[in-house]
């Protein structure tokens, strides 16, 4: 055998490897910021403060009330005050608002979910001017239009009701709460409705299966504000309210106020107890609160 036909060595073309060095991760130093922390203290002191001063004087005897310092932690804290508020229709009154604010939250959440949803998806002139419409109630005080609600509850014979506290109050929530859940319904993405729509999904299925799970941060802020609203509403029971079966919290709070005095200590636990259930709700919903204000369903 020649040597020409002999197989030649083949020439490897690698070259070694070389070795991947870890790249140095960046530290970035945060720099003090003595100012941001002396408003965040002055802030938590303006919060703070009047709580405590609220709940030290609810523990404090009725005759001790005006002499102390409100400061000053209660030498004999008692809890008659509470006691008192408990067996002075506090019950009664607890389960009237928490009834309305309940409805409140249902009535809204039924009629604005899809109504955001409407004017989000419908891009035609009339959902645009109904939605703009629709949005002139948040200019709309609700002292201007006492009167004319008045009328139009005594002609429906709803006068002395809770329904008369609840439908006004779902009315005058509803504009801000539109507002909110239209720029929730805006961030979702324009291929998320086009997947679904050519798996052939309704316009119903959409709103079930696409937007509702994806505005849970939206949702969650219109029940807290509509919740708040209603909880805190003391206008509209005052005026279409009248007897003690309607009455809620807020009227409650005149059961210590009579012609000769006011029983401060009685009041101000009253004020406590009554914060506590809307304040509980709070701590249900603040995640989803946060996350619906960081982004698309808290993602």
């Known amino acids: 055998m020649s040597h020409d036909t002999l ?26 910021n003595p100012l941001a922390g002396l408003g965040s203290l002055l802030w938590l002191a303006v919060v703070i403060v009047p709580i405590y001063a609220m709940i030290s004087a609810s523990l404090t005897r009725q005759d001790k009330a005006l002499g102390n310092n409100a400061l000053k932690p209660p030498t004999d ?37 899809p109504l955001a949803y409407v004017a989000v998806r419908t891009r035609t002139v009339w959902s645009s001017a109904a939605f703009r419409l629709f949005l002139l109630g948040v200019a709309i005080p609700a002292q201007a239009v006492v009167v004319p609600l008045y009328l139009m509850i005594a002609k429906l014979n709803l006068y002395d009701s809770l329904l008369a506290v609840i439908l006004p109050t779902a009315a005058f929530a509803m504009p801000v709460s539109v507002l909110v859940l239209t720029g929730t319904l805006r961030d979702i993405s324009e291929d998320l409705y086009e997947a679904m729509a050519l798996d052939g999904a309704s316009a119903t299925r959409m709103l079930f299966q696409l937007v509702i799970p994806l505005t849970k941060g939206g949702i969650s802020t219109v029940v807290i504000y509509t919740a708040l609203q209603a909880w805190n509403g003391f206008l509209f029971p005052l005026i279409f309210t009248q007897s003690d079966g309607p009455r809620v919290l807020t009227l409650g709070l005149f059961n210590y106020v009579s012609q000769f005095g006011v029983n401060i200590p009685a009041l101000l636990a009253s004020v406590v107890l009554s914060g506590i259930p809307i304040f509980a709700v709070y701590l249900v919903a603040r995640r989803a609160l946060v996350g619906g204000l960081m982004g698309v369903g808290g993602k």
Do not use: D, M, S
Request: glycine letters at 4%.
């Open 7 to 32: 197989p030649r060595p083949v020439k490897t073309t690698e070259e070694p490897v070389e070795e991947q060095r870890p790249r140095r991760r960046r530290h970035w130093t945060r720099r003090p």
């Open 77 to 113: 804290p008692t809890l008659a005050n509470y006691n008192t508020v408990l067996h002075n229709g506090f019950g009664h009154f607890l389960a009237n608002t928490a009834l309305v604010a309940a409805a409140v939250v249902c009535i809204v959440l039924v009629l604005c979910v």
